[in-house]
Each structure stands twice: as structure tokens, then as C-alpha cells.
């Protein structure tokens, strides 16, 4: 497997780990001191690069980098009777 194979693999992980609607709690965001430990977002969408794309709290939208950040999830989206998120 080539290294552009591996990365679309981690990816498609990633999109299916972090749905849409999933409840994040920060630990730690790289390169931006105004995100506090602690802050909660929702996932928006997880990128072709399998960056996480979260609206927090804070009202900022910023990705998450799954190698440099930390975070815990806090709640996964609940699925309704037809197996669509709400």
C-alpha cells in the first residue's frame, strides 16, 4: 500500500469515527492558545485528510488534527428508527 492509500484509508476511519452531530471536550489544540482544555464543540464533517471539523462552544469553527490534537468524545449522535442521523 502506497502512502496516498494509507492517508485515504485513515480518512474514511476518521469520517466514519467522527459523524456528523458527534459532542467533543478539548484537551489540548496546537498552535491556538485561545481553546482552552475543556471546551466542547459538535462535529460538523471530518475531511478528505481526516481533519475534524468542529463548531464550538466558542463559536469558532476550527479543525481538529487527530495527530497533534487531543480530545475526548463526549456523545455520539443518536440514530433514529431508519438508520439516518438525526
Known amino acids: 500500500m502506497n502512502e496516498w492509500e494509507r492517508l485515504s484509508r485513515q480518512a474514511k476511519a ?5 459523524p456528523k452531530g458527534t459532542q ?4 489540548h489544540m496546537e498552535g491556538e ?8 464543540g459538535t462535529v ?14 466558542n463559536g469558532r469553527i476550527l479543525a481538529l488534527n487527530t495527530e497533534v490534537d487531543s480530545f475526548q468524545v463526549v456523545s455520539r449522535p443518536k440514530k433514529e428508527r ?3 442521523s438525526r
Open 14 to 18: 476518521i469520517k466514519q469515527k467522527y
Open 24 to 27: 467533543v471536550c478539548l484537551g
Open 33 to 40: 492558545k485561545d481553546m482552552p482544555s475543556g471546551l466542547k
Open 44 to 57: 460538523s464533517f471530518a475531511d478528505d485528510i481526516g481533519q475534524i471539523h468542529v463548531k464550538w462552544e
Open 82 to 84: 431508519d438508520g439516518f
